[in-house]
């Protein structure tokens, strides 16, 4: 008969896993979510792609006036600007609304992943998503001609992560805010709506200057903030202070809002 000893065997070590790998585990998850729902990637992808080729068409034919700029040059980053909107504004709030609705969330803080952790893999997904659908529009951008300014790049390519970041934070927020309050129907209808109202009137695509004296509300929105930064960044290489200001202030607003109100079902 043989006997077995317990020298050199496995010794079970029970415990959730170290926060890092939750957090990036629950962001892979959120991003292949995001990618595979048809409607978030129309919002992300489809109607920035549509604006942006309908409007470069548009804007040679009506010979639209944006000053000394070219149409594309001028539309090219307000339409990134947009998609930055799309996604870290209207689809985070429908994807976690719909989540609140169906319990996602709570059985979620029941796991051994924190809620802040939850929180966190959310945003890095939406970073993640942000990047992909950026680079997929700077390519059609590109091939429609649009030339940002090459007098310092290592400057514009700074200046333009800095509106990124500081847009997706103030949408986010804003996002996560109205999820957090609002019934899943409510956020997904007003989501759509200030989506909609922001795109056509909202400064980001074209500049607040374009809608006469409404223009100096409108550089107060975060959409008319976000595309003014865009365009800085793309147009002059440079960092539009004001519009960093009103992003930031919005951040804290959604932020301060969403700690004090969010829901978990």
């Given at each position: 008969?043989?006997?077995?000893?317990?020298?050199?065997?496995?010794s079970p070590r029970p415990g959730g896993a170290p926060l890092g790998r939750q957090v990036a585990a629950q962001a892979r998850m959120e991003a292949r979510l995001m990618?595979?729902?048809?409607?978030?990637?129309?919002?992300?992808?489809?109607?920035?792609?549509?604006?942006?080729?309908?409007?470069?068409?548009?804007?040679?034919?009506l010979r639209l006036d944006l000053g000394a700029d070219r149409a594309v040059d001028v539309l090219a980053p307000g339409v990134l600007a947009l998609a930055v909107m799309?996604?870290?504004?209207?689809?985070?709030?429908?994807?976690?609304?719909?989540?609140?609705?169906?319990?996602?969330?709570?059985?979620?803080?029941?796991?051994?992943?924190?809620?802040?952790?939850?929180?966190?893999?959310?945003?890095?997904?939406?970073?993640?998503?942000?990047?992909?659908?950026?680079?997929?529009?700077?390519?059609?951008?590109?091939?429609?001609?649009?030339?940002?300014?090459?007098?310092?790049?290592?400057?514009?390519?700074?200046?333009?992560?800095?509106?990124?970041?500081?847009?997706?934070?103030?949408?986010?927020?804003?996002?996560?805010?109205?999820?957090?309050?609002?019934?899943?129907?409510?956020?997904?209808?007003?989501?759509?709506?200030?989506?909609?109202?922001?795109?056509?009137?909202?400064?980001?695509?074209?500049?607040?200057?374009?809608?006469?004296?409404?223009?100096?509300?409108?550089?107060?929105?975060?959409?008319?903030?976000?595309?003014?930064?865009?365009?800085?960044?793309?147009?002059?290489?440079?960092?539009?202070?004001?519009?960093?200001?009103?992003?930031?202030?919005?951040?804290?607003?959604?932020?301060?809002?969403?700690?004090?109100?969010?829901?978990?079902?």
């Open positions: 008969m043989t006997s077995s000893t317990s020298t050199g065997t496995f990618l595979r729902n048809g409607e978030q990637l129309l919002l992300a992808l489809v109607i920035p792609v549509i604006v942006l080729v309908g409007g470069v068409v548009a804007a040679g034919r799309s996604t870290a504004f209207t689809s985070i709030a429908i994807a976690t609304g719909f989540e609140r609705r169906y319990g996602v969330i709570k059985r979620l803080g029941s796991s051994p992943l924190p809620r802040h952790g939850l929180l966190l893999g959310k945003v890095l997904a939406l970073l993640n998503v942000v990047a992909l659908q950026l680079a997929v529009l700077v390519v059609v951008a590109l091939l429609l001609g649009w030339r940002p300014s090459t007098e310092d790049p290592v400057a514009s390519v700074a200046a333009t992560v800095l509106a990124v970041a500081a847009g997706t934070w103030a949408f986010a927020s804003l996002g996560l805010f109205v999820a957090g309050v609002l019934r899943a129907e409510a956020t997904l209808a007003l989501a759509n709506l200030v989506y909609l109202l922001l795109m056509a009137g909202g400064g980001v695509v074209l500049p607040p200057s374009t809608y006469g004296a409404a223009g100096r509300l409108v550089e107060w929105l975060p959409s008319g903030a976000l595309g003014d930064a865009m365009r800085a960044a793309s147009l002059e290489a440079a960092v539009d202070g004001r519009a960093l200001l009103v992003l930031l202030g919005w951040g804290v607003v959604g932020t301060v809002l969403t700690a004090r109100t969010f829901s978990w079902e």
